[in-house]
T-cell receptor, first 113, second 114 residues
Framework: QQQVKQSPQSLIVQKGGISIINCAYE??????FPWYQQFPGKGPALLIA?????SEKKEGRFTISFNKSAKQFSLHIMDSQPGDSATYFC????????????FGAGTRLFVKA | DTGVSQNPRHKITKRGQNVTFRCDPI?????LYWYRQTLGQGPEFLTY????????KSRLLSDRFSAERPKGSFSTLEIQRTEQGDSAMYLC????????????FGEGSRLTVL
């Protein structure tokens, strides 16, 4: 019940294309859904986050779509660039306490120039 | 830049030895977390401090692991009698006690146990 399942494990997208990463959760107590981006040799960094009272949040080329009834959420990267090549983690937490943040297994994105 | 700082960045040790990692969080953050990340996996929560109080520990944290944050500033994570299964990246993160929930991660300390 505590898991966050993420897919795909890896993704290759052409420059300018749309990258889509999906996540599903079981615990309906989760109320904060962040996405983290991690480059090799670096720690994860918050990219964008959403709360379940909205169905979509957009920040620049990054959009989170959230489906509360299906317990699913996804990250869309529009106009994908080679600099977006990184590992992306979806996560879920109860409240804003980091100790209750559960991370997905990650998606390795490679954007071909 | 006053981001989260972790030392050492890399540690190679022999099985059975003790190792200690240090984390210096962002100075105004009162919350500090330790996570473990293995290859191909997301970070897994180990333990959490609010100021100097250790408020929660994961079941992943065996008796060989101990963490401290003596003055509510920096924190140490010690692993005693290391095992090969302890090989991983140990990530420290900090956050403020606000509504955003954002975790600020350090670059991690990579442990290799031979």
């Amino acid at each position: 019940q505590q898991q966050v399942k993420q897919s795909p494990q890896s993704l290759i997208v052409q420059k300018g294309g749309i990258s889509i990463i999906n996540c599903a959760y079981e615990n309906t107590a989760f109320d904060y859904f962040p996405w983290y981006q991690q480059f090799p040799g670096k720690g994860p960094a918050l990219l964008i986050a959403i709360r379940p009272d909205v169905s979509e949040k957009k920040e620049g080329r990054f959009t989170i779509s959230f489906n509360k009834s299906a317990k699913q959420f996804s990250l869309h990267i529009m106009d994908s660039q080679p600099g977006d090549s990184a590992t992306y983690f979806c996560a879920a937490s109860i409240g804003t306490g980091g100790f209750k943040t559960i991370f997905g297994a990650g998606t390795r994105l490679f954007v071909k120039a | 830049d006053t981001g989260v700082s972790q030392n050492p960045r890399h540690k190679i040790t022999k099985r059975g030895q003790n190792v200690t990692f240090r984390c210096d969080p962002i100075s105004e953050h009162n919350r500090l977390y330790w996570y473990r990340q293995t290859l191909g996996q997301g970070p897994e929560f180990l333990t959490y401090f609010q100021n100097e109080a250790q408020l929660e520990k994961s079941r992943l944290l065996s008796d060989r692991f101990s963490a401290e944050r003596p003055k509510g500033s920096f924190s140490t994570l010690e692993i005693q009698r290391t095992e090969q299964g302890d090989s991983a990246m140990y990530l420290c993160a900090s956050s403020s006690q606000g509504p955003s929930g954002e975790l600020f991660f350090g670059e991690g300390s990579r442990l290799t146990v031979l």
